[in-house]
């Protein structure tokens, strides 16, 4: 391994006439705001002021790592891409400033530290990352900015750097008030002053090793770069396209197709636990590494995360139009319900029992389906929405049975597996009494409503219940009041004092007297208000005795019927 090393200034590094380039195995641009403050400020502690005169001083900003064949002045940066990205938008933050003032030295800055020629005489930028191209180059860099819309994650975060450096910038500004420019020299000094240790290797193989070695003991967050410089290493074939790089590009746009984007290191630890188990995430990377060998492995593992990511954001972002078929509706209300109640641990063991029911050979049957994401439901509105249960080995047990399943490989072997899943997810269901300790608790008024998505799912859950078919479905009610809201009194607010109402009666109804309150429901339609009728017809009074009473009732048949996993 032929390793180089030397001290450079940022000066050094880019008043040459080089290009640094951020490779095909580099993750995305990701400083935010605690990183960008913590570099302003090391700067600014670099920079002392005595009287009106500003001095540098020396500091050190860490290692950076490139690739550099045969002495070319094309660099691809292995490691320190965070750093130069950022300190040449702070760059191009300090020339825009310098407009104002010198527009000849905002010309000689930019000309000097953000563009040079190529090797053919093509005027090109220092700092080239091919994943955010466009619009590093023409929104943040360019001397003639070019506004245009943020399209991901990475290009909200290098506007996000961009900003956050011309805020402080303009408070510098009113700081120093008349010594402002001198400021400005004075700090584009000390950037050209930050020192590195700058290290060379010839051989990109050799970029991957030390890649890997630099970052295998940081954190948890890193785990999806050395992944993907492990599949890049192995599937290195760049011509006639980059393959790997191609495909990492559409899963990570799938991730962000919609309303709610969804990352890439948490997809890949799902999709890896459904198919291997529990890993912990400090054992993630290693697991990937002992099974992803060679160069086929890498490309079937990319083809197939590709394939599942569609599967993955139907779970965790469904819509109504992804299951269009009636009996699998089931999979898009388990998946609405889930988000309610902020759980992912299931994630793993639906996208394995849905992986098999859409491959070829087909071992887990609708049937099953439906079946077992109506337990899981269950399960988490008992357990988590409203017992609120520590989740403590739930994810351990998800994984276990979601690699049972993807290597089932017969129908009876597969129903077996979910009946035992079954069976365990019973066995740790909280208690009647722990589940209606909970259920007393949902509360909802016009000034705390925390809990009034769950308490509108509550009602839809048990209209269905009550209908026993899916002919009719409930959209759109209001959450009633019996008791009044005003005067304010603390029952007012719990579950057995709400109905769910059509709009227009809930209006009427309003302060009326309780027995002209049961005559105003009785056009409504839902089987919850008709049930609420006939029990409560002919009580001349609503008091607090009565709201506690059906509080416990509708928790005891929430427990014993309609969520119950019989």
């Known amino acids: 391994m032929n390793i180089e090393s030397y001290i450079k200034t940022v000066n050094d590094i880019l008043s040459e006439n080089n290009t640094y380039h951020v490779t095909r195995f580099q993750r995305e641009y990701a400083w935010e705001k605690d990183d960008l403050q913590e570099f302003w400020n090391d700067i600014n502690s670099a920079i002392n002021k005595v009287e009106t005169e500003f001095f540098t001083s ?9 690739i550099n064949q045969e002495k070319s002045p094309r660099f691809d940066i292995v490691d320190g891409q965070q750093r130069l990205t950022t300190i040449s938008i702070l760059i191009s933050v300090i020339i825009e400033a310098f407009k104002e003032f010198n527009e000849d030295e905002a010309k000689a800055i930019y000309n000097k530290l953000i563009v040079g020629t190529d090797p053919t005489g093509q005027k090109t930028f220092k700092v080239i990352n091919e994943n955010a191209k466009e619009y590093l180059n023409t929104r943040i860099l360019f001397y003639d900015k070019v506004e245009s819309e943020v399209n991901n994650n990475e290009e909200r975060r290098l506007l996000f750097a961009y900003e956050f450096f011309r805020k402080e910038l303009i408070k510098k500004k009113r700081e120093y008030k008349e010594d402002f420019q001198s400021y400005l020299n004075i700090l584009i000094n ?3 002053r930050l020192k590195t240790i700058f290290i060379t290797v010839d051989k990109e193989d050799e ?8 970052n295998s003991k940081g954190h948890d967050l890193e785990n999806i770069d050395l ?7 192995l599937f290195d074939q760049e011509f006639p396209i980059d393959r ?32 291997n188990g529990y890993i912990s995430k400090t054992k993630l990377y290693n697991s990937v590494k002992d099974q992803i060998v060679n160069e086929t492995q890498a490309k079937n593992l990319l083809e197939d995360l590709l394939e599942k990511v569609d599967l993955y954001q139907k779970i965790c972002n469904p819509q109504e139009n992804d299951w269009t078929e009636t009996r699998k509706r089931i999979i898009y209300d388990c998946a609405k319900a889930l988000n309610l109640f902020a759980v992912n641990t299931p994630r793993p063991f639906i996208l394995a029992l849905l992986n098999r029911h859409q491959a070829e050979n087909r071992i887990v049957k609708i049937k099953e389906i439906e079946d077992v994401l109506s337990v899981i439901e269950n399960f988490h509105f008992i357990f988590t929405a409203v017992s609120s249960q520590r989740a403590s080995g739930l994810d351990r047990m998800y994984a276990k049975y979601a690699k049972e399943i993807a290597e089932s490989d017969t129908i009876q072997k597969t129903r077996e597996i979910i009946l035992d899943f079954k069976s365990t997810l019973e066995s740790k269901l909280p208690s009647k009494e722990e589940f209606t300790k909970g259920f007393r608790k949902l509360y909802f008024t016009n000034d705390q409503t925390k809990d009034k998505k769950l308490i509108q799912y509550i009602f839809k859950k048990w209209e269905g219940h009550l209908r026993r078919t899916q002919e009719l479905t409930t959209y759109h009610f209001t959450l009633e009041h019996i008791y009044p809201q005003t ?52 009580k001349v009074e609503w008091e607090e005795d009565d709201i506690k009473q059906r509080t416990k009732e509708i928790a005891v048949l929430a427990y014993d019927e309609i969520w119950s996993l019989g």
């Open 190 to 192: 000390q950037i050209e």
């Open 58 to 66: 020396d500091y050190f900003i860490g290692s950076a790592v490139m």
């Open 227 to 233: 992944i993907k410089n492990l599949i890049f290493k």
């Open 244 to 275: 790997a790089n191609t495909n990492w590009k559409k899963i990570k746009d799938e991730l962000m197709k919609r309303d709610r984007k969804l990352d890439i290191d948490t997809y890949f630890r799902t999709y890896w636990l459904s198919r």
């Open 487 to 538: 005067p304010p009194r603390e029952f007012v607010g719990y579950i057995g004092n709400l109905l769910p109402l059509d709009g227009d009666i809930n209006n009427k109804i309003d302060k009326k007297p309780f027995p002209r309150k049961i005559e105003l429901m009785e056009p409504s339609e839902l089987e919850v208000v008709k049930v609420f009728i006939e029990k409560y017809e002919g």
């Open 207 to 214: 970029a991957y090793i030390i890649f890997e070695i630099l």
